[in-house]
């Protein structure tokens, strides 16, 4: 069974509500591929969610950036998987590498905010990455394994889970790392998945990069045979996350 391509816009924290409509608009009016080719999933902040759920066409998604770990209660300025939920917004971000480096969520944290958002029926874009001291040093693998092992210590059921390789040093940064190198880590973390979780969740999981990911370099990206789709930040945000969602014409004409 092939894999669908999955594109995913992280609007991170950017916006005012005039801009979303203006984006919003321009995502609704676009011609891309049908839903049966490309699932597209677009995350903007939490005050926006319920506004773009509303005015987004009915074939795009939307998908909170973050939730909290454990059910709602005393955890001032947090938002609840049940609030998503309650919401209906279907998917949700989590262990995105700026969480992970500015407010020091741990893999295990991690670990256990996806299985807790799993279990209220959220489908979760779980992030994993190596920083460029971690690159330089040859430890891609172990850390990028390491931040897996997190997720799959606490989830059995993989069905509603993508997982987003995104090298932080490629975030924001301009630099991407080649197709190669995205192939390579992609490819590893397959291997992995089929040795520690079964050959089953490795064969139909979808593994997508986000990393600088722009209308010039997603063909290329995409048509790496690991590379299930992206993770898009600052491009997600303008009219070239329309040709990034079409790069996944690539996978079809393969």
């Given at each position: 069974m092939a894999r669908k391509f999955f594109v995913g816009g992280n609007w991170k924290c950017n916006g005012?509500?005039?801009?979303?409509?203006?984006?919003?608009?321009?995502?609704n009016e676009a011609q891309v591929p049908s839903q049966d080719v490309v699932e597209v999933v677009v995350s903007p902040p939490y005050v926006f969610l319920?506004?773009?759920?509303?005015?987004?066409?009915?074939?795009?998604?939307v998908a909170a950036?973050?939730?909290w770990v454990k059910?709602?209660?005393a955890f001032t300025g947090e938002v609840s998987a049940e609030m998503l939920v309650n919401l209906d917004i279907p998917w949700v971000i989590l262990g995105h590498s700026e969480r992970r480096a500015l407010l020091n969520e741990t893999n295990e944290f991690v670990g256990d905010k996806v299985a807790y958002a799993l279990a209220q029926g959220l489908k979760v874009i779980a992030c994993v990455g190596e920083t460029l001291e971690q690159r330089e040093a040859g430890s891609t693998m172990d850390v990028v394994a390491a931040q897996t092992k997190a997720i799959a210590d606490r989830v059995s059921n993989w069905s509603d889970v993508v997982i987003a390789y995104e090298p932080v040093w490629a975030i924001g940064t301009g630099k991407v790392a080649s197709p190669a190198q995205a192939q390579e880590v992609h490819d590893e973390l397959r291997k992995w998945l089929a040795k520690n979780v079964s050959a089953d969740v490795?064969?139909?999981?979808?593994?997508?990069?986000?990393?600088?990911?722009?209308?010039?370099?997603c063909k290329?990206?995409?048509?790496?045979?690991?590379?299930?789709?992206f993770?898009?930040?600052?491009?997600?945000l303008k009219p070239e996350f329309i040709d990034i969602i079409k790069a996944a014409e690539v996978k079809k004409s393969a």
């Open positions: 005012t509500a005039e801009e979303v409509k203006k984006i919003v608009n321009t995502l319920p506004m773009v759920k509303s005015i987004l066409r009915p074939d795009f998604h950036q973050n939730c059910k709602g209660g490795a064969a139909t999981t979808r593994i997508i990069y986000g990393g600088s990911v722009n209308g010039g370099n290329e990206l995409g048509g790496q045979a690991d590379v299930d789709g993770l898009v930040g600052g491009a997600s």
